[in-house]
C-alpha cells in the first residue's frame, strides 16, 4: 500500500479517530486506526472501542492500493508534526510504515490488519435526514447530567425519545434531570433509547464539523449517524431508563422568576467560598427577594441578594450550585422560573415563556440538600 496524502486533511482524520481508539483496552489493536487506501483515490480510516466506531473517508492519491493498522496516538503525533503540504504514506513489510513529508521520513511499528474487529454495517439500513444542529442541540443541553458513576449502568445514557417529527432527550445521575426537546424530522421510534455518555460526545464532536443535515438510522443495537464522509456507529445500552416522569413534580406551590445571568453570577460567586465537594448553597426566597449564602469553616461565609419577581411565602432549602449553574447555563431564554413545592423538595427550572408562561421545551430538576 502506498498513497499520498494532504497533511491537514489526513490530521483532521486521525484526531477524530484518536477520540473514539481505545488506549487502555486489554485488546492491543483496538488502540491503532485501520487504514485502507483504495483505487477510487479514497483512504478510509476507521477507529473502534467495540462500543463505538468511526470511518471517515478522505480523498487522496493511491499509488497502490492495501491497508494497514498503526497505533493511532504515536501516528495522530507524528502526522501533527510535519509541515504542511504532502505526506506519503508506505507499507513496508512487518506490519511496518514509512511516512515521509519534505526532509523528513518516520518508520512506526503497526500490527496485522486482521486483527482489527470488524465494525457494524450500516448497509440496507434506512436512514433519516435531521437538521445536525438541532441533534447537537439536544445533546448540548442534556450531557452534562448523564452519570458518570459506572455502577449506574442505567444511567450512563441519555433518553433518546422521538414520534417522527418531535425528539426529546432525558438525562439524570439521580441527583438531578434534564429534559429537552426540538423538532425533529425522524426517526420514528416505538420506544425511547438509551444513548450511552461516551458516544454523545462523539456524536457531538462529528456533528461539530458538519454545516446542514446528517443521517440517523437505528438497528440492530446500534444507533448510526452518517454526515458528509463520515459513519459512526454507537452501541446502545441494553438497560431500563428510570421512569423520569415521577421525578417531575406535576405542580408548585411557589414560582419565582429571576434574570438568569444575574443568578448565574451569583451561583459562581457562592461557589468560591462553599464547600468543595458539594457545593452547598442556601436559597431563602421572600417576597420580591432572593437570598444566596454559603459557608465554609474552612474559609468563610458569603450572603447575596438577588431582586425577583415573587409574591409568596418564604421558603429556604439548600442545592448544589453547580448543578443550578449548569441547568440554567443550558437555558436559551434571558429570565428563568424557579418552582418549588416545600424546603425538602426538588427545584425544578425552566425558562420563562411568553405570557407568563414557562417554555415547553426545557426543564431541568434538581434535587436539595439539608443544611
Known sequence: MEFEIDQARFLSALTLAHTVADRRATMPVLANV??????????VCSATDMMIALTETVQCKVHSPGSLTLGVRHLNNVIRTLPSGVVRVKSLDNSWAQIVAARSEFKLMGMPEGDFPELPDSSGVS??????????????????????????????????????SRATMVSTDGHRLTKYSVELGGPKLAKGIVVPRKGMDEIRKVLNKVEGE?????????????????????????????????????DHQRRAEVGRDELVAALRQAVVIAPEKTATVKLQLDKHTLRLAADNPELGAINLELAVDYDG??????????????ALGAMGSER??????????????????????????????VMPMRI
Open 34 to 43: 485501520l487504514l485502507k487506501a483504495t483505487a477510487d483515490d479514497e483512504l
Open 127 to 164: 436512514f433519516t435526514s435531521v437538521a445536525s444542529h438541532r441533534l447537537v442541540d439536544l445533546i448540548d443541553k442534556t450531557l452534562f447530567s448523564v452519570s458518570t458513576d459506572e455502577a449506574r449502568v442505567n444511567l450512563n445514557g441519555a433518553l433518546f425519545e422521538c414520534d417522527g
Open 214 to 250: 446528517c443521517e440517523l438510522a437505528i438497528a440492530d443495537g446500534y444507533l448510526f449517524v452518517k454526515a458528509d464522509a463520515l459513519t459512526l456507529s454507537v452501541k446502545l445500552n441494553n438497560v431500563t431508563f428510570p421512569p423520569y416522569q415521577q421525578v417531575v413534580p406535576k
Open 313 to 326: 411565602s418564604s421558603l429556604t432549602a439548600g442545592f448544589n450550585a453547580n448543578y443550578l449553574i449548569e
Open 336 to 365: 428563568a422560573y424557579l418552582d418549588f413545592q416545600g424546603e425538602l423538595d426538588p427545584c425544578v427550572l425552566r425558562p420563562a415563556g411568553v405570557e407568563g408562561q414557562p417554555a415547553p421545551d426545557f426543564l431541568a430538576v
